[in-house]
């Protein structure tokens, strides 16, 4: 056989070949397209994973952040409320205190008017004593004891002469007067009391009016 014809057993042997080698190819290709196929799978799971756990911690740090603001409000909150309850304690005991106070000058006061007043019993007791003697002590007494009421804020109310005040004084009688003007007090029947400019007893008098 020359050189220039072709042996057929060759050529079938190379067209074997051939197509095994054509075979090879078409499986590698399959196995790329399925690898690259769960390749992106794999990497459009890992995508959505990491979303998820950026949201999740997301969501998270504004929690926090919400728990946070709120335990300060809330701090705050009980800090103001045991502040307006320290206020209100401290209040009511000077409140207390001022009362206490109060009553503990008055009490004083009246200790000094108490012993006056003994003073003034031993006195007109005593032999010799006079008229004159108990009521030089009755008016030592009185004049102790008025200053005591004064000291501890209370007032008198003697209008004789003044223009009769109906949110100060209590007519008890109107009589026609000569000298007094009408609608003026004519006489104090019973005198009044102020404690720290509030009433305490209405002055009972009697009001003038023109003579008939």
Request: proline share 4%.
């Amino acid at each position: 056989m020359s050189s220039n014809e072709i042996d057929p057993e060759k050529g079938k042997k190379d067209n074997l070949s051939s197509g095994e080698a054509g075979e090879v190819t078409e499986a590698e290709m399959a196995e790329t397209m399925v690898l690259q196929e769960d390749t992106i799978e794999s990497v459009a799971d890992e995508h959505a994973e990491t979303t998820v756990l950026d949201e999740a911690g997301s969501v998270a740090g504004e929690l926090r952040e919400a728990l946070e603001q709120a335990q300060q409000q809330l701090q705050t909150y009980q800090y103001a409320v045991a502040e307006a309850e320290n206020k209100v304690r401290r209040v009511e005991r000077e409140a207390q205190q001022a009362r206490q106070f109060a009553v503990e000058r008055f009490a004083s006061d009246m200790l000094a008017v108490l012993d006056t007043l003994e003073l003034g019993i031993q006195a007109g007791e005593s032999e010799g004593a006079t008229a004159d003697t108990l009521m030089e002590g009755n008016r030592a007494g009185l004049k102790q004891f008025m200053t005591a009421m004064k000291s501890s804020g209370i007032e008198t109310i003697d209008p004789e002469g003044e223009p009769f005040n109906p949110e100060l004084h209590e007519a008890m009688v109107m009589q026609p007067s000569d000298t007094a003007e009408p609608n003026s007090v004519l006489t104090v029947v019973q005198r009044g009391y102020l404690l720290n400019g509030r009433l305490l007893r209405p002055a009972r008098v009697v009001v003038a009016k023109a003579p008939e």
